[in-house]
Structure formats: C-alpha cells, structure tokens
C-alpha cells in the first residue's frame, strides 16, 4: 500500500472557524508532512515530524496547529484563518531521513478556501 | 540559502515533439529528485538520482545529474497527451535539523497540443 489519504478532499471556511485536515498513511513510514501549496507554485514546507515529534517548523503562525497522534496519523488543527490562507494543503510521509533523503508520497491533498 | 532553479517555466509543445526542463541548484546536492504533478492532482515521485553523472531512463523520460552533482536535466521524448503536468526538481536540504526537507524548483508547467 503506497497510499497517503487525505480528508477532506474540499473544505470551505470562515474566518472565525475551527477545522481540522487528517491524513493518514500505512506504509510504515516515521517521517510526515504538512506542505501549503498556491496555483502555479511549488510546494512549501510547513511541518516535518520524525518518530511522531515535531522536527522542522517552517516559522508558520500559530493559526495553523499540527498533531501528530501515532505513527500513521498526521492532523492540522485551523483556527483564525486569513483569507490568504486558502491554497492546497498536501500531507506528505517518507521513510525517515537519518543521513538520507528519501522519496516523499503525496496525499491528494485538501483545498481549503476561506472566506 | 541554498535555491534550486528550474527552466522554463512554461513549455507548449505539439504532440510528438521532445520536451526537456532544467534544474539548477547554488550548492552541491546529495541527491535530486524529480515529481510530476497532474493539473488538478498532487505531486508524484517519478526518480531519485544520487550519482554523479547518472542516467536513468524511464520509458520515455531520462534523467540526467551533472558531474558536479549541481544541475539535472528531465528530457521526454515524443511526448504525448498524458504528459500534461507540472514537472519539479528537489534536492535535499541535509545537515542539523534540516534532515528530510526538500527545495523545490518553481516547476516547468508543461502543455502537449494534441
């Protein structure tokens, strides 16, 4: 199983909305991802987890809350948003990266808008 | 910082023709992988390279990493409409607390005429 799920595929929200984005992956792998993605661009890193803890934060603000519950569950906790935060948001696994980088596998993603 | 730059940002190209986009990274890399992403999808793992100098060869597609482990090249011959998509490069940032980040080029969008 080379798959990374994501849900919601569409989530649409006010400003003043509390909403959560789950992915979920089962290939064993301790490494997890939260990228935001705008049209006509590449992906930019949010949020590296190794071995369930927080690795890498990417200076985001604090409207966006990741959690990681186990090894196959990776969560972003929304709160407060601006409507410039409306992109794809993709969640992203990997084997876990000592001394090497390893390919990532991409969930479809969830297309956030905020209104 | 360390910047992967990736040419063209646009390719139209008629049904048939080569196509080929071009990374180029400020530092040495370890590695570099390539993903394509499908209007409408998200982004796919095609190949990693990790040599200096290697080819590899996917069907239709080559992959090439520069000798100095700082440029790679996707070349895909007689495209066809299923190519449609946006093609990026990313090498591994590695080092500290940097381990598993990768940067990404802006991506070549690519359009086949049929």
């Known amino acids: 199983d080379t798959e990374v799920t994501q849900t919601p595929k569409h989530l649409v929200m006010g400003m003043t909305n509390k909403k959560s984005l789950k992915c979920e992956q089962h290939?064993?792998?301790?490494?997890m991802y939260w990228y935001k993605q705008k049209a006509k661009k590449p992906p930019e890193l949010m949020f590296v987890?190794?071995?369930?803890?927080?690795?890498i934060n990417e200076s985001v603000p604090s409207r966006f809350s990741p959690e990681c519950p186990n090894s196959s569950l990776l969560n972003l906790h929304l709160h407060a948003l601006q409507p410039e935060d409306s992109a794809l948001y993709l969640c992203?696994?990997?084997?876990?990266?000592?001394?090497?980088?390893?390919?990532?596998?991409f969930g479809p993603g969830t297309r956030l808008t905020v209104t | 910082g360390q910047q992967v730059m990736q040419i063209p940002q646009y390719q139209h190209v008629q049904e048939g023709e080569d196509f080929t986009t071009y990374c180029n990274s400020s530092?040495?890399?370890?590695?570099i992988q390539w993903y394509k992403q499908r209007p409408g999808g998200h982004p796919v793992f095609l190949i990693q390279?990790?040599?200096?100098?290697e080819v590899k060869k996917q069907k239709r597609l080559t992959f090439q990493f520069g000798e100095a482990k700082k440029n790679s090249s996707l070349h895909i011959t007689a495209t066809q409409t299923t190519d449609v998509g946006t093609y990026f490069c990313?090498?591994?940032?590695?080092?500290?607390?940097?381990?598993?980040?990768?940067?990404f080029g802006q991506g070549t969008i690519l359009t086949v005429h049929p």
């Open positions: 530092t040495t890399l370890s590695n």
């Open positions: 987890y190794s071995y369930e803890k927080l690795s």
């Open positions: 290939m064993g792998h301790r490494a």
């Open positions: 990313a090498g591994p940032i590695v080092g500290g607390t940097s381990y598993g980040k990768l940067t």
């Open positions: 992203a696994s990997s084997q876990e990266f000592r001394g090497r980088t390893y390919e990532q596998y």
């Open positions: 390279l990790v040599k200096s100098g």
